[in-house]
C-alpha cells in the first residue's frame, strides 16, 4: 500500500513538471501588449494612429509609446482629434482613457496597455502596421572572377 502510494506520488510530480511551460509567449502581440509603462499627460506631443485600436504615442525628449485600447475605436483613423483622460496626470493603461472626437461627439474608450519602444521596436510596430516598407540589403553585384569564363565545346 505504502509503495502504491509513493509511485502514485511520483507520477503526479511528473505529470506536473512535464506540463508546466516556461519560457516566452508564443504569441509576440501578447508579450507586446502587456506593457506596464506609463506617459505623462502634459508630455505628450504627438500621436499615429496604427489602426482602430493601435497608437503610435511621441511624448517630450522624443520618447515612442505603442498605446493599445481594449476595443476597436471605429473612426479613429478619420477623427478630428484625439485626446488623453486621467485623474492623475500620468496615463496608465488599464485605468485611463482616449478620448476621440470624430465631430459628432466623443467616445471615451479604455487603454489597455502601453509599453515604451525602442527606436528597433518602433520601426518594427511600424512595419507590422503598413505605416513603413521594410528596408531590403540591396543585392551584391557580381564579382569578375580571373579564369571563370564558359568555354564553348565544338
Known amino acids: ?13 511528473l505529470v506536473a513538471c512535464a506540463s508546466t511551460e516556461q519560457g ?54 478619420s477623427s478630428r ?19 476621440v472626437d470624430n465631430g459628432l461627439g466623443s467616445e471615451k474608450i479604455r487603454i489597455s496597455s502601453i509599453r515604451r519602444l525602442s527606436p528597433e521596436s518602433e520601426e518594427e510596430l511600424l512595419i507590422r502596421f503598413g505605416k513603413k516598407e521594410p528596408e531590403f540589403e540591396q543585392a551584391r553585384q557580381p564579382v569578375a572572377v580571373e579564369g571563370a569564363e ?3 565545346l565544338d
Open 1 to 13: 500500500m505504502l509503495k502504491q502510494i509513493l509511485i502514485t506520488i511520483s507520477l503526479c510530480a
Open 24 to 77: 516566452q509567449p508564443k504569441d509576440p502581440l501578447a508579450a507586446e501588449t502587456s506593457g506596464l509603462d506609463c506617459i505623462s499627460q502634459a508630455s505628450i506631443r504627438d500621436y499615429t494612429v496604427l489602426n482602430d485600436q493601435n497608437l503610435l504615442v511621441t511624448a517630450a525628449a522624443n520618447r515612442k509609446y505603442h498605446v493599445a485600447l481594449s476595443r476597436r475605436a471605429f473612426g479613429l483613423r
Open 81 to 99: 482629434a484625439i485626446g488623453f483622460h486621467s485623474a492623475t496626470g500620468r496615463i496608465c493603461g488599464g485605468f485611463d482613457e482616449v478620448v
Open 150 to 152: 564558359v568555354e564553348e
